[in-house]
């Protein structure tokens, strides 16, 4: 079993910047693929970023890139999702996912379905 935890977000103004944190409970954390995800009112959950369990392989959604940046301290069992440049459409429910079957040490995955812990999500709203 895994439990997460998300932690580290509020209310920013356009333009600044937030560090989510997620902390992870379980022995297999270290070698599980992890990812962030987000819900906006009205849309579906979309795929934001994602680490391989060595934290060498990562991923992001393209509306993110050059802005967020995935990390993590295994040390720790915990990741993190520093956000830059917030846009009022980055505002959403943002939820931390564990995929623990066995991967290489590059592999990150994008698909919902390949996550099989998820956290209770944590709010992040950009305003004007």
């Known amino acids: 079993q895994v439990q997460l935890v998300e932690s580290g977000g509020g209310l920013v103004q356009a333009g600044g910047s937030l560090r989510l944190s997620c902390t992870a409970s379980g022995r297999t954390f270290s070698r599980s693929v992890m990812g962030w995800f987000r819900q906006a009112p009205g849309k579906e959950r979309e795929f934001v970023a994602g680490i391989s369990w060595s934290g060498i392989g990562t991923r992001y959604v393209d509306s993110v890139k050059g802005r967020f940046t995935i990390s993590r301290d295994n040390a720790k069992n915990t990741i993190y999702l520093q956000m830059n440049s917030l846009k009022l459409e980055d505002t959403a429910v943002y939820y931390c996912?564990?995929?623990?079957?066995?991967?290489?040490?590059?592999?990150?995955?994008?698909?919902?379905?390949?996550?099989?812990?998820w956290g209770q999500g944590t709010q992040v709203t950009v305003s004007l």
């Open positions: 996912a564990a995929a623990t079957h066995p991967s290489g040490s590059v592999y990150t995955t994008d698909r919902s379905t390949d996550y099989d812990y």
